[in-house]
T-cell receptor
Framework: GQQLNQSPQSMFIQEGEDVSMNCTSS?????WLWYKQEPGEGPVLLIA?????ELTSNGRLTAQFGITRKDSFLNISASIPSDVGIYFC?????????????FGKGTLLTVNP | NAGVTQTPKFRILKIGQSMTLQCTQD?????MYWYRQDPGMGLKLIYY???????DKGEVPNGYNVSRSTTEDFPLRLELAAPSQTSVYFC??????????FGQGTRLTVV
């Protein structure tokens, strides 16, 4: 099946720092989604991207759909303690006809106050 | 709105027992999914459905069964529980835009 390579696996940062993480694939994707999961909860959608080159923000979060359609990036600016969690990328690569998402393995973010 | 509701939240099963994980959504989404999440492994798709009466296998369907008799409900059945099925199970639903909404999960332990 399709694979998404998400990096880094984990990050330990100080409050106030900016964060960058990315997701890559050997296949072209038509949709990229970024989710955040907090302990004991289900993933929550942060940002959805539908066009190559698209740059979308949600508060301090910004995500980009790579121009090659094989990657996506998520940036968090001025991190705060409540940013702690696991961030997942997810992609769909069949134009919606298969109705399935492939998920990366996640980036665990720890923010030191 | 409640969104996606899963029950139970926790369950311990003995090897060989069976159980049904319940999932219901109130967003009138056609697409519903079951994922399992193991530590450090992300989310693996077990089964999915594109509408009432239609289901299909995902990446890891062995040992599971599903049905979709209504738009709202998508139960997952484990017939003969095995230790390898110890995991956290998530149900999700989406519209055609695939922006999936997840339930809070069911933590299952098979002993």
């Amino acid at each position: 099946g399709q694979q998404l390579n998400q990096s880094p696996q984990s990050m330990f940062i100080q409050e106030g720092e900016d964060v960058s993480m990315n997701c890559t694939s050997s296949s072209i994707f038509n949709t990229w989604l970024w989710y955040k999961q907090e302990p004991g909860e289900g993933p929550v959608l942060l940002i959805a991207l539908y066009k190559a080159g698209e740059l979308t923000s949600n508060g301090r979060l910004t995500a980009q759909f790579g121009i090659t359609r094989k990657d996506s990036f998520l940036n968090i600016s001025a991190s705060i303690p409540s940013d702690v969690g696991i961030y997942f990328c997810a992609g769909e690569n069949s134009g919606g006809s298969n109705y399935k998402l492939t998920f990366g393995k996640g980036t665990l973010l720890t923010v030191n106050p | 709105n409640a969104g996606v509701t899963q029950t139970p939240k926790f369950r311990i099963l003995k090897i060989g027992q069976s159980m049904t994980l319940q999932c219901t959504q109130d967003m009138n989404h056609n697409y519903m999914y079951w994922y399992r999440q193991d530590p450090g492994m992300g989310l693996k798709l077990i089964y999915y459905s594109v509408g009432a009466g239609i289901t299909d296998k995902g990446e890891v369907p062995n040992g599971y069964n599903v049905s979709r008799s209504t738009t709202e409900d998508f139960p997952l059945r484990l017939e003969l529980a095995a230790p390898s099925q110890t995991s956290v199970y998530f149900c999700a639903s989406s519209s055609r835009r695939l922006e999936a909404f997840f339930g809070q999960g069911t933590r299952l332990t098979v002993v």
